[in-house]
Nanobody, 124 residues
């Protein structure tokens, strides 16, 4: 059983940067691939990026490619999402979760052990 806690959200102006953290505990935490999702008000939860347990490989959504970078530090049991060139449409609650399905999955159903989320607001 793994538990995930997101942090690092806040208010940032368009064009700015923010780094989110996903801290893991319980189970064999470094053996899990982890993904980031986001959900804007009134919209469905959307896949952002995922990374292997080793940090050696990743995949991400086209909507954030070139702006967001996923990484992890297994010594700190933490997965990061570095967000650059932020846009107002990036405003959402950001969640991390453990990949339960096959590598490359982007559906919400392929992930579990969801954290509580952290709010990111990008102003114009």
């Amino acid at each position: 059983q793994v538990q995930l806690v997101e942090s690092g959200g806040g208010l940032v102006q368009a064009g700015g940067s923010l780094r989110l953290s996903c801290a893991a505990s319980g189970g064999t935490v470094n053996s899990y691939a982890v993904g980031w999702f986001r959900q804007a008000p009134g919209k469905e939860r959307e896949f952002v990026a995922a990374i292997t347990y080793s940090g050696g490989n990743f995949y991400n959504a086209d909507s954030v490619k070139g702006r967001f970078t996923i990484s992890r530090d297994n010594a700190k049991k933490t997965v990061y999402l570095q967000m650059n060139s932020l846009k107002p449409e990036d405003t959402a609650v950001y969640y991390c979760a453990v990949l339960r399905g096959g590598w490359g999955a982007t559906s919400q159903a392929a992930f579990g052990s969801w954290g509580q989320g952290t709010q990111v607001t990008v102003s114009s």
